[in-house]
């Protein structure tokens, strides 16, 4: 029998780790997937004017052929290319120029937006998504020495910012997408030790990737049958391990009950001229002393010269003594 209790004990501590680990897995999982992605991607492309020179032998320069030197340079023209792409390819799509910003500024000293008509003016603004633009080297140059002048100060380099701002509504995959791009383009012009007056322009070519997600359920049939799987286990295991206890202390207590009637019996056998069967009920006494053993009341008997009394009380076996009004008495 011990045996089996260890057997179900083993199996019971099995089947709670078995029903822990399988509560940990979800039978409905929310997952965050990605149902489209898109791209916006913006290219600005520049024709340098060059005055007549050595170095390049020829008046047009284009990305990558060469440093723009400020004193070579006459006007560098400027075209800006927006394109969209996404996966899967959008339902509907409306991509539309919603303003220009450009400003001058000379670093840690003042910033001058251009206004509507000064973008016209001075940067020969033409287009509306996709558009071009003319810097005119000497005429900007001759702008920020005016407000150097006005204000006091004196700029060794200056920066022309272009900012496009594109919005864009589109519809991809069921959804709706409604954004605002604004790729930057810097002009910087520049005074160096190694290279003297420069002109250099970052952000030639710049990308943004978005991504729709969506919340999916899924539904997992197989942990659900785990789970039942532990349920069954688990009860089977508690009630194994409780009735293979049960049985087990059961077959103790008889065991040991049997062992005490075949002690008591022979005690009765060895103490029999000193044991009296009462036909009566147990005597009224004021006290009454229980003592541990039936030696004991053997003992008993014999100091106080009393014979011993066995009755019986709620199906049990009282064997006592009675001296005066008090009453020793042993039960089993």
């Not at 501590?13 to 039978?27: A, C, K």
Request: contains cysteine; aromatic residues 8%; charged residues 25%.
């Amino acid at each position: 029998m011990k045996v089996l209790i260890i057997v179900f004990s083993a199996l019971l501590l099995f089947s709670l780790v078995y029903l822990y680990n399988v509560h940990q897995q979800p039978i409905l999982e929310r997952k965050i997937v990605t149902i489209a992605s898109y791209v916006h991607r913006a290219m600005y492309d520049y024709v340098a004017e060059l005055k007549p020179n050595i170095i390049y032998n020829k008046t047009i320069l284009r990305p990558g052929e060469g440093i723009l030197y400020a004193t070579l340079t006459n006007k560098i023209n400027i075209s800006f290319i927006y394109m969209f792409s996404s996966n899967p390819p959008p339902e509907a799509i409306n991509v539309v120029m919603r303003g220009l910003t450009a400003k001058i500024e000379s670093p840690d000293k003042w910033t001058k937006v251009l206004q509507k008509e000064e973008l016209i003016e001075l940067l020969n603004f033409r287009g509306s998504v996709n558009f071009t633009l003319e810097v005119d080297c000497l005429l900007l140059k001759q702008i920020v020495n005016a407000i150097d002048k006005e204000l006091g100060v004196y700029s060794s380099s200056y920066n022309l910012f272009i900012a496009p701002e594109v919005l864009v509504n589109a519809r991809i995959a069921g959804r709706s997408v409604s954004e605002v791009y604004t790729p930057q383009l810097t002009v910087t012009f520049k005074i160096s030790a190694d290279r003297g007056g420069y002109i250099s322009l970052e952000g030639l070519e710049q990308t943004q990737s978005r991504e729709i997600k969506d919340v999916i359920e899924v539904f997992h049939p197989e942990v659900e049958s785990q789970r039942v799987l532990s349920y069954i286990a688990t009860i089977l295991a508690t009630v194994g391990l409780a009735t293979s206890m049960l049985i087990h202390y059961r077959v103790k207590w008889h065991e040991k009950k049997k062992l005490v009637d075949v002690k008591l019996s022979r005690m009765i056998r060895e103490h029999r001229d000193v044991i009296v069967e009462a036909l009566t009920s147990l005597p009224e006494v004021h006290a009454t002393i229980e003592v541990r053993s039936l030696e004991d009341l053997v003992k008993i008997a014999e100091v106080l010269a009393k014979p011993i009394l066995k009755a019986m009380e709620d199906e049990k076996q009282v064997f006592y003594v009675v001296d005066g009004n008090i009453k020793y008495q042993y039960k089993v």
